[in-house]
């Protein structure tokens, strides 16, 4: 429950980044409780079809 709560919070965040400006959108994404880099979490932007999955580091890049 709490993973997907951090992937709403994560999800809206990159949506308004993306929506203002137009560069490269990188980051990690990170369990809430134990602060552990999440793998294979999927980053999606609503509306644009942009999607990124992370890596076993937690990191993810969304390309202009």
Request: aromatic share 4%; charged share 20%.
């Amino acid at each position: 429950m709490i993973r997907k709560l951090l992937f709403l919070c994560l999800l809206t965040i990159v949506a308004q980044a993306v929506s203002a400006q137009k560069t490269t959108l990188q980051g990690v994404v990170k369990d809430a409780e134990s602060g552990q880099p999440l793998s294979d979490a999927a980053v999606v932007v609503t509306g644009s079809g942009q999607v990124a999955a992370t890596d076993n580091e937690g990191r993810f890049k969304l390309p202009d």
